[in-house]
Nanobody, 126 residues
């Protein structure tokens, strides 16, 4: 089991930027596919971005393409989400997730992830 801790959330004006981090308490992050999800008040949790074990593959939901960038530093056991040009509709609690896998694919479905962080609040004011 992997313990995940998100950080970097906060309050920002529309058009601003934030960088979220997800630190994993594991000997090595190498075998894990990772992802970011978010949940706005009154809405279901939704997929934001995912990255494969080696960072060779990434995928984004359409609403964040061109604005968000997912990355990982396996040496630091940390995943990141750089969020630029933030919009009020990006306001949500952001969660990171991990799945141990022996393949190099990305994981898009929340139900397939094994471990989750507690979330970090991102609020974008208009």
């Amino acid at each position: 089991q992997v313990q995940l801790v998100e950080s970097g959330g906060g309050l920002v004006h529309a058009g601003g930027s934030l960088r979220l981090s997800c630190a994993a308490s594991v000997r090595t992050l190498n075998p894990y596919a990772m992802g970011w999800f978010r949940q706005a008040p009154g809405k279901e949790r939704e997929f934001v971005a995912a990255i494969s074990r080696s960072a060779g593959m990434t995928y984004y939901t359409d609403s964040v393409k061109g604005r968000f960038s997912i990355s990982r530093d396996n040496a630091k056991n940390t995943m990141y989400l750089q969020m630029n040009s933030l919009k009020p509709e990006d306001t949500a609690v952001y969660y990171c997730a991990a799945k141990y896998t022996t393949n190099t694919l990305i994981v898009l479905t929340s139900s397939k992830y094994d471990d989750w962080g507690q979330g970090t609040q991102v609020t974008v004011s208009s």
